[in-house]
């Protein structure tokens, strides 16, 4: 077992002399650093000599990264939740230790949580009586306090050793530790080269087996270890990322079963080699024309994403749903007046989401305004609001049964997603002079009514009767318009645009 080294000067509150003294050396050591050894220099290196600085910035990055760790750690024990307003973080007015770490190191939320986590798990405590408390883990702790080993090492052993305290005893979950530290350094008899730390979080995971053979009472680790994030922007787009319980996830992969199987998925979803399914009691002509109307370009993460999306729009809409503030869970989108009454064409503005970094484009924004509603509110240079309009519901819930009776489905030709799940869409926009009327209302899906425009599908009312007309790539030659019923398994025969008269146009 390896001995826990006591470092006195770390139990020591060192005062504001002490502080600044520290600073400035480390200010010092980084000028000294950067007079050695500029960013363009190592450009003039040979191999050899270009191996050998990897090396040894690697050695002096572990002893930083350990400083690192010890800092965020410390900073987070100052700013628990049970020291109400005495927290760190609050006093100085962030809401958690990671905001106030994130804006002092200017580090990414995941970085400054790692190195909390970290510091946590691998920091001295100290006993009811003030007596201080070796780590849990004490042999990665001076291994990375040393530089012997680095962050990503240290992740590791810890990720893997954890869950198993809970159903073993300390003294062996330490004794795997030294010897993954010992794996990790070199000084294992049975690798005595050093191990990356890839390699590390394999024998961890080979450990962690030897030592919670039954698991680490799963019920238990997966409620604590439960966890569901939303990113910050990137490229357009929101990462999401957690971990699920294992009925939870089983119930989303049915769902996900259930929207994108062969036997079961509504057309929105299919995969392009579905395409020859489902194709009983059709007569051939049909057949050929639903195999038409099926193509989808989409990748299976696509589909998902867009049945999550329809997952959400249902439980947004679903009565149970909780309010805020007395009203429903609105998305509350902002964008210029002159960017929304511009013509298709010229339509280059931008929206903006609350609470959400990236802009969406004006065709999302209206197409939100279509399914929702919009409110006009002006304000000057100055930033005051000297105008707030009504709210201007674009259907009413009445209009909204309306439509979904008679639709019964997203109208796009064999996509059967139920009109309870779709969006109203105006055929003629509102910002053409189209009515909020239920003879200018149609039934889409998410996935449909977001694409609408880029997926070349063309809709029209004749009387109050639903028309559609497939987009000149999937059907060559003479486009027809097609009337639409509620019946979702039958489409009546194609109407000629030429049958139609010009007063229905």
């Not at 000028?31 to 040979?46: I, K």
């Not at 969406?360 to 929702?372: E, Y």
């Amino acid at each position: 077992m390896t001995t826990l080294v006591e470092h006195p000067a770390a139990d020591a509150a060192p005062g504001p002399f002490a502080a600044a003294r520290v600073v400035a050396e480390l200010q010092a050591l980084a000028g000294e650093l950067g007079e050695t050894l500029g960013c363009s220099s190592v450009r003039g290196l040979d191999d050899d000599g270009l191996l050998q600085v990897t090396t040894a910035l690697e050695g002096l990055g572990r002893r930083v990264d350990a400083l690192r760790v010890a800092a965020a750690g410390e900073v987070a024990d100052r700013s628990r939740p049970e020291l109400g307003t005495g927290q760190l973080s609050a006093r100085k007015g962030c809401r958690t230790a990671g905001e106030l770490l994130e804006r002092l190191t200017l580090v990414s939320g995941p970085t400054a949580g790692r190195r909390m986590r970290l510091g946590k798990q691998l920091r001295t405590g100290r006993s009811l009586s003030g007596e201080p408390l070796p780590p849990t883990f004490p042999a990665t702790s001076i291994a990375l306090a040393t530089g012997a080993i680095g962050v990503d090492t240290a992740d590791a052993i810890l990720t893997a050793l954890t869950p198993t305290l809970r159903c073993t005893d300390l003294d062996s979950v330490q004794a795997a530790e030294s010897e993954l530290v010992a794996t990790a350094t070199g000084t294992s008899a049975q690798t005595p080269v050093p191990a990356p730390a890839d390699e590390v979080r394999l024998q961890g995971s080979v450990w962690k087996a030897v030592l919670a053979p039954d698991g680490s009472r799963p019920d238990d680790h997966a409620a604590v270890a439960r966890s569901f994030r939303l990113g910050r922007e990137r490229d357009g787009v929101v990462p999401v990322s957690g971990s699920l319980m294992p009925e939870i996830a089983g119930k989303l992969r049915r769902l996900f079963d259930a929207y994108l199987s062969p036997k079961s998925a509504p057309v929105a979803f299919h995969a392009e080699e579905d395409a020859d399914t489902n194709r009983e009691g059709l007569t051939p002509e049909q057949a050929r024309e639903q195999a038409l109307l099926e193509r989808d370009d989409r990748t299976p993460d696509q589909r998902r994403h867009d049945v999550f999306a329809v997952i959400v729009d249902v439980a947004a809409r679903a009565g149970e749903a909780p309010t805020i503030g007395g009203a429903p869970a609105t998305v509350l989108v902002s964008v210029r007046e002159q960017d929304l009454n511009a013509d298709f064409g010229q339509g280059r503005g931008v929206g903006w989401i609350d609470g959400v970094d990236s802009p969406i484009p004006i065709t999302a924004v209206k197409d939100l305004i279509s399914t929702g509603g919009q409110q006009k509110v002006v304000i000057n240079d100055e930033g005051r609001i000297i105008k707030l309009g009504s709210p201007e519901r674009c259907f009413t819930p009445a209009q909204r049964r309306a439509i979904q009776l008679r639709d019964g489905t997203c109208i796009i030709p064999w996509c059967k997603i139920p009109a309870g799940m779709t969006e109203i869409h105006h055929v003629i926009p509102h910002s053409e002079g189209g009515e909020t009327h239920t003879d200018n209302g149609v039934c889409l899906c998410w996935f449909h009514h977001r694409y609408l425009a880029a997926s070349g599908w063309a809709i029209r009312m004749v009387r109050g009767a639903v028309q559609i007309m497939a987009p000149p790539w999937l059907e060559t030659g003479a486009r027809k318009w097609r009337a639409v019923t509620k019946s979702r398994t039958r489409m009546t025969d194609s109407v000629e645009r030429t049958n139609v008269s010009r007063d229905d146009e």
